[in-house]
């Protein structure tokens, strides 16, 4: 481990709450993965379920009906909703209704939005698929989150999003968008800045992260690779951990369902809910958020390729995430028990 | 442990059965668990897999047909009736029959009645939610319970209908109920004590939990909280074992579902199908069941939260009620083999 990372993780830590006996339900965080869909199932649980094994409190799946009936069954932890609607042209079950309430985006979002004062944080995108009436639904979404000041990670098919309409989180400090190398080409020509792009890359290695990032106005992009580079376009760091040599699908939601937790974990110390020193400012947290969700993905891939090998699977990440947090950040607790928290 | 639980737990051991081989299915207890809607799976099976775990020998789950199906794929261990409706004005299926089967409470209730006489305890609430066709439903087969002296223990959103009337439950001292703090506060506004109550607080710890139990005519009442308090108005007890510090959802469904199978138990002792000793009176097992299931939860929250630490989810609590039962009760069975039972 590089000092550099050392020591950004010594100020990740600073953010992690303590367990507290004084705490109650929910204040250790409230996150909603948007998607899930016909075709995907397994990567908004993924998500979901590394929010939760990270430590969030509660952990929520908003999808279509198909989808929630398989993600539920995956695990009783997670809470799962069933009101996302894809198109009715696709070969799901006839319309039953013809007022519009599952083929009209502003109705469908707007059985949403209501949950998002019970929540802290959202990710949308995995397994959100393509289908036009999910995406309007899900910008629809992004915009009462905006409007409510509330943290969000986009990935896969939200960044589709994006793509066509940069305005959506444009000079939004809360959001934080994690595209892999093809995502991050599309983004880039989407945003005309990739000529420019492709010059910075000529003088540094994050030099593309950072164009990307103040071409969208302040939002933190987590650019996965080899090493992760994470930048805001002020302010940039690189995640150097090893990982695994494994490139199944999956594992990039483990990241995301990770930085979601540590985005609660920032609400929490902001309210400071516990004696937090204060050493933190409230401009360096979101990138913080990042940097910790990068690094438990990066640990995770590196344990679980270490058991699995070839075999890796996106899963065996999820197993690993309480022994990544252990190992980065863990400290034994002061009660006493001995016990790592 | 303080003195006065572990004299409590040796009273509680009083009324767990030993393991005779006279014994014949169904004897150590039949419970049923009424919830699981559109949106919640998991509390039932958390529930009804705590009073398996414990020792019951059938646990049954009463739910809609869409969360039947999720909680039969968490374990074919359970029984899972769909016999459970929601509204049809909700955003699932069209309604097929016109006869008022599916949408008429009393219908729905009628085929749930039956299944009464051959059940010896019911859990009523996890994963209910709030929809008016599932609460009316409930409220008639609680009526039917209780018509038929059926201990009974309601929890999160049967509690809404012991708000709404509670002369469903005032008096009867075969029901359980569980609040949390925001559902224990409900309960004292809907029966108009809140300001007692609030007097009460000053006086004692337990003052509480005293007053809203006498406001129901005896009904106990386990207050969860960093204690949990136990009452019905006349007698209390404090459970004060350590619990965890994580508040992920769906550890209460735990409790529920211990303090069922306990109920279970208190009619084997009634009916006394082992030489019990008779050393306990009739009007203290209500108290006792509460009592014991209120240390397993607590126990077991202990053990999962030792090894999960702020991983803990509610399906770890779920794999220790048997080694919390140990731990609290466990004896060294006469047979010879040496096993703990």
């Known amino acids: 481990m590089s000092a550099s990372t050392r020591e950004m993780l010594a100020r990740v830590r600073q953010m992690v709450p ?5 705490f109650h339900k929910g204040q250790l965080g409230r996150v909603a993965v948007i998607g899930g869909s016909e075709d995907y199932t397994g990567a908004p649980y993924f ?37 996302m609607r894809s198109s009715p042209s696709s070969t799901s079950a006839p319309v039953t209704s013809s007022s519009g309430a599952d083929t009209d985006a502003q109705q469908i979002a707007a059985r949403i939005v209501p949950m ?41 098919d939200a960044l589709l999003l994006v793509q066509r309409e940069p305005d959506l989180v444009r000079g939004y400090r809360l959001a934080v968008l994690t595209p892999n190398v093809v995502e991050f080409g599309r ?34 992009i987590v650019q996965k690779g080899p090493k992760d580079q994470i930048s ?11 990982g695994g040599r494994k490139r199944s699908g999956g594992q990039g939601d483990t990241l995301t369902g990770s930085i979601a937790t540590f985005l609660g974990w920032r ?31 990066r640990e995770c891939s590196r344990l679980a ?32 028990s001995g016990a790592r928290l």
Not at 68 to 83: C, D, E, R
Not at 270 to 297: C, M, N, P, R, Y
């Open 18 to 22: 303590p367990l507290l006996e004084k």
């Open 187 to 220: 983004l880039t020509r989407a945003l005309g800045v990739d000529e420019q792009v492709r010059a910075a890359a000529q003088q540094s290695e994050t030099a593309k992260v950072e164009a990307l990032a103040k071409a969208l106005g302040g939002v933190m």
């Open 305 to 336: 390729f270490a058991k699995k090998g070839r075999s890796l699977q996106a899963s065996d990440l999820t197993d690993e995430v309480h022994t990544a947090f252990l190992n980065l950040f863990g400290e034994v607790g002061e009660d006493g």
């Open 232 to 242: 805001d376009g002020k302010v940039t760091f690189t995640v150097d951990l090893e």
């Open 47 to 83: 998500s979901a379920m590394a929010s939760a094994r990270l430590g969030c409190d509660m952990s929520h799946v908003i999808c279509t009906p198909s989808a929630a009936t398989v993600i539920k069954s995956y695990s009783p932890n997670l809470m799962v909703h069933p009101l």
């Open 267 to 297: 609400k929490a110390y902001l309210d400071g809910i516990w004696e937090t020193g204060k050493q933190l400012k409230e401009e360096e947290l979101v990138g913080l958020a990042a940097f910790g969700g990068s690094a438990i993905t």
């Open 116 to 156: 998002l004062d019970r929540l802290h944080v959202l990710v949308i995108g995995p397994g959100l698929g393509r289908d036009p009436l999910m995406q309007d639904t899900c910008a629809l979404v992004i915009r009462a989150a905006r409007d409510r000041g509330m943290p969000m990670v986009l990935d896969a």
